[in-house]
């Protein structure tokens, strides 16, 4: 009868938070899953600045946006675990074009960096004051 190997000290604290070592853990040396699951702990199930729901949000946003079908479907879950509610992922869907679809537009257009950087701030000076009004 083989025996199993004892798990590591960081594998069991995946184990113990996910019920398992979560997919991209188990595959990396055990010195890199070390030093990268408190990163990954932190920032899937622990405290940050940014609220869990949001985070996870963003992180949709970027699977659609890499077209990672992995990172789509695990931050479509977490987003809902955290109280993501329908129409917020439904927003989430629409913005993730946001971003990629303008920058696309910008670089097509050879669109210069150091004259966008400026109408920037003007169309921030505007909106500022149209908000002190």
Same mark, same amino acid.
């Given at each position: 009868?083989?025996?199993?190997?004892?798990?590591?000290?960081? =594998?069991?604290?995946?184990?113990?938070?996910?019920?398992?070592?979560?997919?991209? &853990?188990?595959?990396?040396? =055990?010195?890199?899953? *070390?030093?990268?699951?408190?990163?990954?702990? $932190?920032?899937?199930?622990?405290?940050? =600045?940014?609220?869990? $729901?949001?985070? %996870?949000?963003?992180? /949709?946003?970027?699977?659609?946006?890499? +077209?990672?079908?992995?990172?789509?479907?695990?931050?479509? +879950?977490?987003?809902? /675990?955290?109280?993501?509610?329908?129409? *917020? &992922? =439904?927003?989430?869907?629409? /913005?993730?074009? &946001?971003?990629?679809?303008?920058?696309?537009? /910008?670089?097509?257009? %050879?669109?210069? &960096?150091?004259?966008?950087?400026? *109408?920037?701030?003007?169309?921030?000076?505007?909106?500022?004051?149209?908000?002190?009004?």
């Amino acid at each position: 009868m083989a025996t199993q190997e004892p798990e590591t000290d960081v =594998e069991q604290q995946m184990t113990d938070t996910f019920g398992q070592v979560p997919p991209p &853990l188990g595959t990396i040396p =055990e010195d890199d899953a *070390e030093s990268e699951w408190p990163f990954f702990e $932190k920032y899937t199930v622990g405290e940050s =600045e940014i609220p869990p $729901k949001y985070r %996870e949000l963003m992180g /949709l946003a970027v699977a659609a946006n890499i +077209k990672c079908p992995y990172c789509a479907h695990f931050h479509r +879950k977490a987003a809902r /675990l955290h109280g993501a509610t329908e129409a *917020e &992922l =439904e927003e989430t869907y629409a /913005l993730s074009s &946001l971003t990629s679809r303008y920058s696309a537009m /910008l670089h097509a257009q %050879e669109y210069d &960096l150091d004259q966008f950087r400026v *109408e920037v701030a003007q169309m921030a000076d505007h909106l500022q004051a149209q908000a002190d009004d």
